[in-house]
């Protein structure tokens, strides 16, 4: 049963009749289906962001608090929905079919799976607001925060273009962190002061996440080289394109160095940072 799917399916039903590039993977009709589009929209990405910083360099700050806590608000909710869609629609591939059928066999490529990663695929682009709020509040843009956000959007396109099947498992994963991130921006902006108590913890669930994706997206990859290539052993081949495998693989790993060098720049030297500050207190109590 996909109730939450038919449920779904019935308010958007009550929407002006729209194209089947809407609902499914048709480059060039689809959205943002393109290469040329999604480097054009990358490219405005980064000059509105840039431009933007520097528009704001003699500015105050804007206040945007009310907009802010929204923004985040509805991505943590819309992020919980899709989460719920896409676990709905797996759960069932998973129990009647494995696990391995559900991240390689063609099947498991199926047409709600591609709507519910062209949603996501879209998310992406809404996510992008992320960084204007910075750049409007005239805070520091982060490499991290930039790369991310960019290579994220490009990632989606890849694997909807190369009809990986298992792309549902770091999307999954995505989602699970952003339903909390999301969350977490929302309260540390309706609540000012306010420091929740998961904020090093969601740094590290962020760094699990990519470790679980590369484990499984590696394993596919691995897959498909040995059955189409390799004499090595392997339960069959995986669907998707090379390009798609191998560009997933190598962006996730970058992923995982450059949060790790994150969680490490921003924990431990501020943890080092407190032991000095101790010490030296220490230190000046004893003169």
């Known amino acids: ?21 809407y609902t499914q993977w048709i480059p060039p009709q689809s959205p943002l289906s393109t290469p040329s589009s999604v480097f054009a929209a990358m490219i405005t990405y980064l000059a509105v962001i840039f431009g933007g910083q520097k528009l704001m360099a ?25 989460l719920a869609l896409m676990i709905e629609q797996v759960a069932p591939i998973v129990s009647n079919h ?15 799976l591609v709507t519910l990663y062209m ?10 607001a992320d960084t204007c709020f910075l750049v409007a509040k ?11 956000h960019t290579a994220t959007a490009v990632l989606c396109f890849t694997q909807l273009g190369g009809r990986t099947s298992v792309s549902w498992v770091p999307i999954v994963a995505n989602l699970t962190v952003h339903v909390i991130m999301y969350y977490y921006y929302f309260t540390t902006s309706a609540f000012p002061g306010y420091k929740p108590w998961y ?23 691995y897959s498909y080289f040995a059955a189409e290539y390799g004499d090595w052993p392997t339960m069959g081949t995986c669907t998707g ?28 030297q501020n943890v080092a ?7 030296q207190t220490r230190v000046l109590a004893t003169k």
């Not at 560009?247 to 970058?254: H, I, R, V, Y």
């Not at 940072?273 to 010490?279: G, L, T, V």
Request: hydrophobic share 50%; aromatic share 18%.
């Open 199 to 221: 904020k090093k913890a969601l740094t590290s669930l962020q760094i699990s996440q990519f470790v679980i994706d590369l484990f499984i997206v590696y394993f596919a990859s």
């Open 138 to 148: 005239k805070k520091s843009l982060q490499f991290l925060h930039v790369f991310h």
């Open 98 to 112: 494995g696990f391995f059928y559900a991240i390689c066999h063609v099947n498991a490529w199926t047409p709600e």
């Open 1 to 21: 049963m996909t109730l939450l799917w038919d449920l779904s399916t019935k308010v958007f039903d009550q929407l002006p009749t729209i194209s089947d590039s």
């Open 241 to 268: 394109t090379e390009g798609a495998a191998l560009f997933g693989c190598a962006l996730l790993t970058s992923y995982l160095f450059l949060f790790i060098a994150f969680y490490r720049k921003t924990y431990k």
């Open 273 to 279: 940072a407190r032991n000095a500050a101790s010490k």
């Open 58 to 82: 003699d500015r105050k700050p804007m206040q945007l608090r009310p907009l802010f806590m929204l923004h985040n608000l509805l991505l943590s909710a819309g992020s919980l929905w899709l």
């Open 119 to 128: 949603i996501n695929y879209y998310f992406k682009y809404w996510e992008l």
